[in-house]
């Protein structure tokens, strides 16, 4: 049995669908634990794209359990869109959960998103504008909407007509906008509550349950370690915690229950969205890493901004997470690079700085200071263990386990399920990893 974490070691989008994906086939419960309808993951399976926001990943293995979990923010429209869709590819549903304590996107939730971002100007902090901001801070006032509200009809019409009365007077005073019909979202949600019904669930008994019987489960969560809200590049962050430590409080689970971390970082740096970017590339490379990786959003399609890989805020992604290992994604999209760059350490005001610096004001200024590795100039879309990669790209990889000071256990060479090396299964499998930090291979399965 192991209970294992994943999470994103830069800013998200670094392909945790994929790897949640290829792990879930060895858990047995699968477990969302933060973030809303903000998030998306992308997964291939045999030609078939799946564009998951709020279901789990793991609901395309037929006998696995998938849990969204208390510390998720949910749009039951949206999540009924998605529930319906899977269904329409005769995917069963039966093994979906919903915690009756997640909190509820609200049409005025949406509405402040946009009207605040569009309010900020220069000072956006490139929201989706699919209310997640405004959801939390509901729950943080304590005048949020549950899961478990929509249960209760006569509750649920009595909440909502004062508090959607309340919010009309911020959205007609504040943002010079119509206000909402409180019977229309009343009778809106209570249809999304008949839908949902059968899937909800107290998911911290639920998540007891399972390790009480010994049963494999795998957490995932959305965004990456530097949209986190209280570690990330704060104010340009997420309002919830992607972090390791947020898959406790997300699902109700002791941290002496977790087994490993695992993190997911790109072959380079992704980011979406506003905020400093040090290794940010503008010009032919950038906009080769940005074709090759197809790196438009999940959710919104925005375009992201690519980079040279950060090994500064990758060793930050360690630490803060408690990282036990690396699944790294999209090499091959370095296939064509005559030079690859890392950065290794920042100059800040002429100083060489080897950490992260919390300020947003100080990390804006960073310069990154770089070590150029050679590329490797051929295709390693179709290799499936070490020996089929090119040299280059293997001492590419050592490189980037010496500066995580991590090990690497996977490495995924493409969208597909088996464009991947594995050397270890982090769930069944031991504490051994693909390489060393120090560059030393250490296992020969796969190799």
């Known amino acids: 049995?192991?209970?294992?974490?994943?999470?994103?070691?830069?800013?998200?989008?670094?392909?945790?669908?994929?790897?949640?994906?290829?792990?879930?086939?060895?858990?047995?419960?699968?477990?969302?634990?933060?973030?809303?309808?903000?998030?998306?993951?992308?997964?291939?399976?045999?030609?078939?794209?799946?564009?998951?926001?709020?279901?789990?990943?793991?609901?395309?293995?037929?006998?696995?359990e998938c849990i969204i979990g208390s510390g998720t923010v949910i749009d039951?429209?949206?999540?009924?869109?998605?529930?319906?869709?899977?269904?329409?590819?005769?995917?069963?549903?039966?093994?979906?959960?919903?915690?009756?304590?997640?909190?509820?996107?609200?049409?005025?939730?949406?509405?402040?998103?946009?009207?605040?971002?569009?309010?900020r100007g220069n000072y956006k902090i490139g929201t989706t504008g699919r209310g997640i901001g405004p959801t939390y801070a509901d729950k943080s006032e304590r005048t949020g909407i549950r899961v478990l509200d929509l249960m209760?009809?006569?509750?649920?019409?009595?909440?909502?007509?004062?508090?959607?009365?309340?919010?009309?007077?911020?959205?007609?005073?504040?943002?010079?906008?119509?206000?909402?019909?409180?019977?229309?979202?009343?009778?809106?949600?209570?249809?999304?509550?008949?839908?949902?019904?059968?899937?909800?669930?107290?998911?911290?008994?639920?998540?007891?349950?399972?390790?009480?019987?010994?049963?494999?489960i795998?957490?995932?969560?959305?965004?990456?370690?530097?949209?986190?809200?209280?570690?990330?590049?704060?104010?340009?962050?997420?309002?919830?915690?992607?972090?390791?430590?947020?898959?406790?409080?997300?699902?109700?689970?002791?941290?002496?229950?977790?087994d490993r971390v695992i993190g997911v970082a790109k072959a380079y740096t992704t980011r979406v969205g506003e905020g400093p970017f040090p290794t940010?590339?503008?010009?032919?490379?950038?906009?080769?890493?940005?074709?090759?990786?197809?790196?438009?959003?999940?959710?919104?399609?925005?375009?992201?901004?690519c980079g040279w890989f950060d090994a500064v805020i990758g060793r930050y992604a360690v630490r803060i997470n408690g990282m036990d290992c690396l699944a790294i994604t999209k090499l091959d999209v370095l296939d064509d690079v005559e030079e690859i760059k890392v950065c290794v350490a920042y100059e800040i005001d002429g100083e060489r700085c080897e950490h992260f610096p919390t300020g947003s004001r100080r990390f804006a200024s960073c310069r990154p200071i770089y070590k150029t590795i050679p590329g490797w100039k051929q295709s390693t879309s179709d290799c499936r263990k070490l020996s089929d990669l090119p040299k280059q790209a293997l001492d590419y990889l050592k490189f980037l386990a010496e500066l995580m000071e991590v090990p690497i256990a996977i490495v995924s060479l493409g969208a597909s399920r088996d464009q991947t090396i594995i050397v270890e299964d982090p769930i069944h499998g031991p504490k051994r990893a693909l390489l060393h930090p120090d560059g030393t291979p250490v296992s020969t399965v796969n190799a």
């Open 152 to 216: 209760d009809p006569q509750g649920l019409s009595e909440q909502l007509e004062w508090t959607i009365n309340y919010k009309n007077v911020i959205l007609e005073k504040l943002y010079n906008l119509p206000p909402l019909d409180p019977q229309v979202v009343i009778k809106e949600y209570l249809g999304y509550a008949e839908r949902l019904r059968p899937h909800v669930v107290d998911s911290s008994l639920k998540i007891y349950d399972a390790i009480q019987h010994r049963r494999n």
């Open 76 to 119: 039951p429209q949206v999540l009924i869109t998605e529930l319906d869709q899977i269904e329409k590819l005769n995917i069963s549903t039966d093994n979906l959960f919903i915690s009756e304590t997640a909190h509820v996107t609200m049409p005025y939730h949406r509405l402040f998103d946009r009207a605040a971002e569009e309010r």
């Open 1 to 64: 049995m192991a209970n294992v974490i994943v999470i994103g070691a830069q800013w998200g989008d670094e392909g945790k669908g994929k790897i949640t994906d290829l792990l879930s086939r060895s858990a047995d419960v699968v477990v969302r634990y933060q973030g809303g309808v903000n998030a998306g993951h992308t997964i291939v399976v045999e030609g078939n794209t799946f564009k998951l926001h709020l279901i789990p990943s793991g609901i395309l293995y037929p006998d696995t």
């Open 218 to 258: 795998l957490f995932e969560g959305a965004q990456g370690t530097l949209l986190d809200l209280d570690h990330g590049t704060y104010p340009y962050v997420t309002s919830s915690n992607p972090v390791a430590g947020g898959a406790c409080v997300g699902t109700g689970l002791g941290p002496t229950a977790i």
């Open 280 to 305: 940010e590339l503008e010009g032919e490379v950038g906009e080769l890493l940005c074709a090759r990786g197809a790196e438009f959003g999940t959710t919104t399609g925005r375009k992201r901004r």
